[in-house]
Each structure stands twice: as C-alpha cells, then as structure tokens.
C-alpha cells in the first residue's frame, strides 16, 4: 500500500478525508490525534473532561466518535459546514493520512 499523494487527499470532501482518518486513529488507538482534533472543533469544552486513563483509551474514543456525530448530528455541522474550523481540519486529516496510512 502507498501513501496518498497531497493532491489525491485533498482532492477528496472533509467528510471523506474525517471517516478516514478516523478509522485509521481508530484502529491504532491514536487518542493523541483525536485530542488535537477536538482542539480545533467548537464547543469542544466537553471532551476536555473525559478521563484520559490507560485503560479507557476504547470509551475515550468511543466518546470522541460520539462527540463528532453529534456536532454533524441534524441541524449541526452536517447543515451548515464546518465552520471556520475547516481549513486546520483538512490539514489535521491529510497530515495524518500521509503519516499513518
């Protein structure tokens, strides 16, 4: 498997390049990533509560997951966008994908 280009990553939707790159944190259990993502996301302040022990790194990323469909749940981001926050998104998902796919 090769890396994906810049170009062939940035050709893709938000959307597309957040399912992947979430279902590649995901699988490696990347809470780092999902906390620098959630950095950029508004009215975040909730996620910095959740616990950060070893052992509840599946809950903490189950809660992230549930988080994102929330702010894309009806009437959320899914309506109206991203938001300002798009850009640094983008740049968050294709870094990671060149990094870790």
């Known amino acids: 498997m090769t890396?994906?280009?810049f170009a062939e990553l940035d050709a893709l939707t938000t959307e597309e390049l957040r399912e992947r790159a979430f279902a590649?944190?995901?699988?490696?259990?990347d809470i780092?990533?999902?906390w620098t993502v959630s950095k950029h996301l508004p009215?975040?302040?909730?996620v910095g509560e959740l616990d950060g022990a070893p052992?509840?790194?599946?809950p903490i990323i189950d809660e992230y997951?549930?988080?994102?469909?929330?702010?894309r749940g009806?009437?959320?981001?899914q309506e109206h966008g991203y938001?300002?926050?798009e850009p640094l998104l983008r740049a968050a998902f294709i870094d990671y994908l060149q990094k870790h796919e």
């Open 32 to 34: 780092k990533f999902f």
């Open 43 to 46: 009215d975040s302040d909730d």
């Open 83 to 85: 938001g300002e926050s």
């Open 24 to 29: 590649l944190a995901r699988k490696h259990h």
């Open 65 to 71: 997951v549930a988080l994102w469909r929330e702010f």
């Open 3 to 5: 890396t994906p280009s």
């Open 55 to 58: 052992n509840s790194i599946g």
């Open 74 to 77: 009806r009437g959320g981001y």
